[in-house]
């Protein structure tokens, strides 16, 4: 192996040596390639370096191989910093083939139903913006027309994020229940969250009841970004507040409750703030260009409005969405 | 893309001068300062936000933590100078109605 090192090297040197052409360095730079991926270190090539010149020039004085000698002593270190760099680099191979199985393990586990209700279309979307996602949707209904949806969102991001969701998902579990009114279902899970998390991380998380029947939404909201009502009728678009904390704050927290009646073509929009948040080189994305986005794309169906909203914000903002993105829409048919 | 922030404290009164943007970045760097004296007994703290020209939800992480910190020590914390954009994102949240907060055009909004 030295011995091949060695002869390679010696030819490559001897035909710098006569002509110094770009053509030799060039080949140098290619066999330092080959050398490193051979994980020869650094000390071993000024090795091979002085043994190939004390080869092709015996007559050079003692004082330029003690030189060498030196060099070589010194480059161990340097040596040891690229082994450190392999090993680094394999190690966050490591982590990334296991963040990838955790983002699977997330999507398996916190996977939710979309119900199917009469005279209601539904359409989703929700887009991690690194591997885990911290924003969440939760779907619970039953056979008599009821469906609720949470739209929950961590803050934090990532892998602290994304374990703090699966405690949202098993306290809604925990209720199972279609009936149960915004104010309950946030005041439960206020308090599984109130109890488990540390000081610096909250979640926010719009709750809706929908009652296919009488065509209606009741709605409340712990911090959550305001889901927008759009009137068909007038083309206006309203936000539906309700006061209410972020869940985790505190144990004591109460959460105020709304109802609307959908009518024909009504909207309901749904969201984290990764889609109100967005940036570009201009500033802020404002809430009326969403508007604007809905507007244009009224007539089509739920779904289809939800992917060009997405389509357009990231078109906008160079494909770079800095926060998990989330969008649901309600459309009464 | 940066943070600045000051801190003056005298007689267990914090005042404290943030400028920049807090967002997942600088966070961390605003949570570290706050930090070392949330555990203070009674501590009165008036944070200026009026050169804050950016947060996102990692930043109100932050105030909330040092908000509960300085509560649980008997403590009081102000928040002062505010946006109408971080007015909003503390109403929304909710935090806006516990928390002492004053915007920066009092009475406008």
């Known amino acids: 192996m030295v011995q091949k090192i060695e002869s390679q090297y010696k030819e490559i040197l001897m035909q710098y040596m006569q002509r110094q052409s770009e053509q030799n360095l060039y080949d140098g730079q290619n066999f330092s390639r080959q050398l490193i991926s051979e994980n020869i270190a650094p000390e071993e090539v000024i090795s091979v370096h002085k043994a190939v010149m004390q080869e092709m020039y015996s007559e050079l004085p003692d004082l330029v191989w003690h030189s060498f000698d030196l060099l070589i002593e010194m480059m161990i270190s340097y040596g040891l910093a690229l082994q450190e760099r392999e090993s680094l680099l394999q190690r966050q191979e490591e982590l990334r083939v296991e963040m990838d199985l955790a983002a699977n393990v997330?999507?398996?586990?916190?996977?939710?139903?979309?119900p199917s209700l009469e005279g209601l279309d539904i359409g989703l979307l929700s887009i991690p913006a690194r591997k885990m996602n911290g924003d969440y949707i939760y779907f619970v209904s039953d056979d008599n027309g009821h469906a609720?949806?949470?739209?929950?969102?961590?803050?934090?991001?990532?892998?602290?994020?994304a374990l703090c969701m699966s405690m949202v998902k098993f306290g809604m579990d925990s209720l199972n229940n279609a009936e149960v009114n915004p104010s309950e279902v946030l005041n439960v899970?206020?308090?599984?969250?109130?109890?488990?998390?540390?000081?610096?991380?909250?979640?926010?998380?719009?709750?809706?009841?929908?009652?296919?029947?009488?065509?209606?939404?009741?709605?409340?909201s712990a911090g959550h970004e305001p889901a927008i009502l759009y009137r068909a009728e007038d083309s206006s678009f309203t936000e539906l507040t309700a006061?209410?904390?972020?869940?985790?704050?505190?144990?004591?927290?109460?959460?105020?409750?709304?109802?609307?009646?959908l009518e024909k073509n009504d909207l309901v929009i749904m969201m984290t703030d990764g889609v109100t948040e967005g940036r570009?080189?201009?500033?802020?994305?404002?809430?009326?260009?969403?508007?604007?986005?809905?507007?244009?794309?009224?007539?089509?169906?739920?779904?289809?409005?939800?992917?060009?909203v997405y389509e357009e914000l990231e078109r906008m903002q160079n494909a770079e969405f800095k926060d998990d993105f989330t969008l649901v829409i309600y459309k009464k048919s | 893309m940066n943070i600045q922030v000051d801190l003056k404290e005298e007689d267990n009164f914090l005042q404290a001068y943030i400028s920049g943007e807090i967002d997942a970045h600088t966070a961390p760097v605003l949570r570290e300062k706050l930090e070392?004296?949330?555990?203070?007994?009674?501590?009165?703290?008036?944070?200026?936000?009026?050169?804050v020209n950016y947060m996102d939800s990692t930043g109100l992480g932050v105030f909330v933590a040092f908000y509960k910190g300085v509560n649980s020590n008997d403590g009081h914390v102000k928040l002062k100078g505010l946006s109408p954009r971080l007015k909003r994102l503390f109403d929304i949240?909710?935090?806006?109605?516990?928390?002492?907060?004053?915007s920066a055009e009092e009475g406008v909004n």
């Open chain 1, 148 to 161: 609720g949806i949470a739209v929950a969102d961590v803050i934090g991001k990532g892998l602290p994020a």
């Open chain 1, 189 to 220: 899970i206020n308090r599984v969250v109130e109890k488990s998390i540390d000081d610096s991380m909250f979640v926010s998380m719009f709750y809706g009841k929908y009652d296919a029947k009488k065509a209606t939404l009741t709605y409340g």
């Open chain 1, 243 to 261: 006061k209410g904390l972020l869940l985790g704050v505190t144990p004591v927290a109460t959460y105020e409750e709304h109802t609307v009646h």
């Open chain 1, 280 to 308: 570009t080189s201009q500033g802020f994305i404002s809430r009326e260009v969403i508007f604007e986005l809905i507007e244009r794309k009224k007539d089509h169906s739920a779904q289809e409005i939800v992917h060009y």
């Open chain 2, 93 to 102: 949240t909710g935090l806006g109605a516990i928390m002492d907060i004053e």
């Open chain 2, 36 to 51: 070392h004296y949330q555990n203070h007994k009674g501590l009165r703290a008036e944070l200026d936000l009026s050169d």
């Open chain 1, 106 to 114: 997330q999507e398996t586990l916190l996977k939710t139903k979309m």
